[in-house]
């Protein structure tokens, strides 16, 4: 259950069609957040803008993120959930994503490839626990939980906006989720407190929030699931 909640912290939203792309990150940025439930810590998570690719003439982002039990916490439930996406430079979009998770004797590996051309959209799926490959014809462009982070960042986001998303997860299915902007607050962390916009996703047991700072980095400064022990939050700690 802990797994789901703090997965579901990185699913925040996407839609519409493509615009001009800010870049409001940058080669190296790392943002450090604490997790807690009812205010208790149990975990850490790390997002990492590790390298710009050439292709060409593209540029494509290495992201990567980890989650990792920590205290206690780890005594009764054992995370070191890792996620890696290659994006496009400009779409933001996966061309891979590679998706590991260790949770006490639970393994889970996933694979995808995203190929995009002017008739249509594939993903070509490789669950490596199992040794299952597939592919899958979607009916719009994907992100998954950590590329989704880094494309919202990119967008104008104000109160009123909708979002929808078409998210790829374990195992290895994509899942439609909608998200809405709904209202202006603040936002407090381990740096300070600041400005955010609120974002809450629609249609799920548990209220997901997530606050992003109202500068132009978009930064997910704090992020808020009701469950039914209490609130469980992750806070931004760091930036490097």
């Given at each position: 259950?802990?797994?789901?909640?703090?997965c579901?912290?990185?699913?925040?939203?996407?839609?519409?069609?493509?615009?001009?792309?800010?870049?409001?990150?940058?080669?190296?940025?790392?943002?450090?957040?604490?997790?807690?439930?009812?205010g208790?810590?149990?975990?850490?998570?790390?997002?990492?803008?590790?390298?710009?690719?050439?292709?060409?003439e593209?540029?494509?982002y290495?992201?990567?993120?980890?989650?990792?039990?920590?205290?206690?916490?780890?005594?009764?439930?054992?995370?070191?959930?890792?996620?890696?996406?290659?994006?496009?430079?400009?779409?933001?979009?996966?061309?891979?994503?590679?998706?590991?998770?260790?949770?006490?004797?639970?393994?889970?590996e996933i694979?995808?490839?995203?190929?995009?051309?002017?008739?249509?959209?594939?993903?070509?799926?490789?669950?490596?626990?199992?040794?299952?490959?597939?592919?899958?014809?979607?009916?719009?462009s994907?992100?998954?939980i950590?590329?989704?982070?880094?494309?919202i960042?990119?967008?104008?986001?104000?109160?009123?906006?909708?979002?929808?998303?078409?998210?790829?997860?374990?195992?290895?299915?994509?899942?439609?989720?909608?998200?809405e902007?709904?209202?202006?607050d603040?936002?407090?962390?381990?740096?300070?407190?600041?400005?955010?916009?609120?974002?809450?996703?629609?249609?799920?047991?548990?209220?997901?929030?997530?606050?992003?700072?109202?500068?132009?980095?978009?930064?997910?400064?704090?992020?808020?699931?009701?469950?039914?022990?209490?609130?469980?939050?992750?806070?931004?700690?760091?930036?490097?």
């Amino acid at each position: 259950m802990i797994k789901k909640i703090i997965c579901l912290f990185f699913f925040i939203f996407f839609t519409g069609t493509l615009s001009c792309f800010a870049h409001p990150f940058y080669e190296g940025e790392r943002l450090s957040y604490v997790i807690k439930l009812m205010g208790i810590p149990v975990g850490t998570q790390i997002l990492k803008v590790e390298d710009v690719i050439q292709e060409g003439e593209k540029s494509l982002y290495l992201l990567t993120s980890m989650v990792k039990t920590s205290g206690i916490a780890s005594i009764f439930f054992d995370m070191d959930d890792r996620v890696e996406s290659i994006v496009d430079g400009e779409t933001f979009y996966p061309r891979f994503v590679r998706i590991k998770i260790k949770e006490n004797s639970r393994r889970e590996e996933i694979e995808a490839k995203i190929k995009e051309n002017r008739e249509n959209i594939k993903a070509f799926l490789w669950d490596k626990r199992r040794g299952k490959k597939w592919e899958e014809e979607l009916s719009s462009s994907p992100l998954d939980i950590l590329s989704l982070v880094y494309w919202i960042r990119a967008q104008k986001l104000e109160v009123g906006k909708k979002f929808e998303v078409l998210l790829l997860d374990i195992p290895g299915k994509f899942e439609p989720i909608n998200f809405e902007v709904v209202r202006e607050d603040k936002a407090y962390t381990y740096l300070g407190v600041f400005p955010a916009l609120v974002c809450e996703q629609k249609n799920v047991k548990g209220r997901i929030r997530v606050w992003f700072s109202r500068d132009e980095r978009h930064l997910p400064l704090y992020i808020q699931v009701d469950t039914s022990l209490g609130y469980l939050t992750a806070i931004l700690r760091k930036v490097d």
